[in-house]
């Protein structure tokens, strides 16, 4: 498969790159040709804040479910990592889902504390671009925050408008007692950098997403109780 070649493209280009009619498939796996406006250090993208509160979440692998979307439905991707990372190596192709349903929680992309903090960095990088991806087309977009230790925290919160609606994830840490800690501790860091007006919980409600008045909405996982 290849891509048209744009006239006005000039990232990433290579010294015979302006002989080519086509780009070859996966030319541009980095996805330099988009990028997007950001105030951080390190060009995490800037998205705006969310106003959306879903009725349901949909895991963005149930086809059946997206067929099936309401009003006020919303994708998800508290999922395996490479159940959607076509939404990064094809961005185009993971549009359509997402557009289907019209609105869409970022990608989750993992972040582990036995990761580099530059892959750390890189993980939020491409939630945040594929949100703002999805906005650039018209999907609105809330978005999804991940973390792992405090070393996390000045980028993990990057790129997200104070005041936004945000949604994090449970899954896996009930029965963790130090994925527990980590949560409790990210989760108040978040509320206090982020101010989000809700969040929406994935999973089952720990205690520990409550920090002051901040409200939050559960959303029941396949993996209850995990």
């Known amino acids: 498969m290849t891509t048209a070649l744009a006239p006005e493209y000039r990232i990433g280009a290579t010294r015979s790159s302006h002989r080519w009619a086509e780009l070859p498939g996966g030319f541009d796996r980095l996805n330099t040709r988009a990028l997007f406006p950001s105030a951080n250090h390190w060009g995490i993208p800037d998205l705006p804040a969310a106003t959306c509160e879903p009725a349901r979440l949909l895991p963005y692998t149930d086809r059946r479910a997206i067929a099936a979307a309401g009003p006020g439905d919303a994708l998800h991707f508290f999922l395996d990592d490479y159940r959607f990372e076509t939404v990064w ?5 993971g549009l359509s889902r997402c557009a289907s349903v019209g609105t869409a929680l970022t990608p989750d992309f993992s972040l582990w504390t036995t990761m580099p903090l530059v892959m750390q960095q890189w993980q939020v990088y491409r939630s945040r671009w594929c949100g703002a ?6 999907i609105t977009a809330i978005p999804t925050v991940s ?5 996390s925290y000045p980028f993990a919160f990057a790129g997200i408008t104070p005041g936004s609606i945000v949604a994090v994830s449970t899954v896996g840490i009930v029965r963790d007692a130090e994925a527990r800690t980590l949560f409790a501790a990210g989760y108040a860091a978040m509320c206090e950098q982020v101010r989000p007006p809700l969040v929406l ?26």
Do not use: F
């Open 133 to 138: 991806w999805m906005l650039s087309h018209g």
């Open 147 to 151: 973390w792992s230790t405090p070393d």
């Open 89 to 93: 190596t094809k961005p185009e192709r």
């Open 201 to 226: 919980v994935y999973g089952t409600p720990a205690p520990t997403c409550t920090v002051g008045d901040t409200p939050t909405r559960s959303y029941p996982s396949r993996w209850a109780g995990r």
